[in-house]
């Protein structure tokens, strides 16, 4: 299974960009790379997933680097509702499974 | 996105006694669903993968006597925590994903007390 590892926490200034990185160097070709973000005492929120290339959506922005052994989760302009455990994903090669690391908590301040 | 709901939310019970913890997918069919637990301030463990139609597939140190799980129809799978005992207070998840559709999603939670 392609595990991935995350720094424990994260704190950014309220306003600016936040910056999650993770590590997956053992996936392999046709796996991708999902982020979820888990709020307290609630189920986790799917963010953004990708392949090989970068993706953008209304929430965050995922880079991916060229070798797919590492990823950056962006959120462009973090606000104090963003504090959350953020998750980085890689799919159990072939299975449905997505298994959950110990991920980034990420604090938010004002 | 999706949406998937579990109910009840929270539930509190003698120790002895079964729960039921219902996961339904609300605009969406899936063939698969998935169940997670989540003890405080850990990360979500998987517990199980329901399978409309077919036995639950169950990981490693999970007791399918103890964590029943049926999966009926495409938008319904249960998990039943049988003889519960205070040590099966956790916060259960699930999770499912439409046909073909790679991205999953969480339902809210539930929150089991055992006394």
């Known amino acids: 299974d392609a595990k991935t590892t995350q720094p424990p926490s994260m704190d950014c200034a309220e306003g600016r960009a936040a910056n999650l990185p993770c590590n997956h160097s053992t996936i392999s070709g046709n796996e991708y790379v999902y982020w979820y973000r888990q709020i307290h005492s609630q189920g986790p929120q799917y963010i953004i997933h990708g392949l090989k290339n970068n993706e953008t959506n209304e929430m965050a922005s995922l880079i991916i680097t060229e070798d797919r052994k590492s990823s950056t989760l962006i959120l462009p302009h973090a606000t104090l509702r963003d504090t959350a455990v953020y998750y980085c994903i890689v799919r159990v090669a072939g299975t449905d499974k997505l298994i959950f690391g110990t991920g980034t908590r990420l604090q938010v301040f004002p | 996105g999706a949406v998937v709901s579990q109910h009840p939310s929270r539930v509190i019970c003698k120790s002895g006694t079964s729960v039921k913890i219902e996961c339904r997918s609300l605009?969406?069919?899936?063939?698969?669903m998935f169940w997670y637990r989540q003890f405080p301030k850990k990360s979500l463990m998987l517990m199980a993968t329901?399978?409309?139609?077919?036995?639950?597939?169950?990981e490693q140190g999970v007791e399918k006597d103890k964590f029943l799980i049926n999966h009926a129809s495409l938008t319904l799978s249960t998990l039943t925590v049988t003889s519960a005992h205070p040590e099966d207070s956790s916060f259960y998840i699930c999770?499912?994903?439409?046909?073909?559709?790679?991205?999953?999603?969480f339902g809210p939670g539930t929150r089991l007390t055992v006394l």
């Open positions: 605009d969406f069919q899936a063939t698969t």
């Open positions: 999770s499912a994903s439409a046909l073909k559709r790679t991205v999953k999603f």
């Open positions: 329901s399978n409309e139609g077919s036995k639950a597939t169950y």
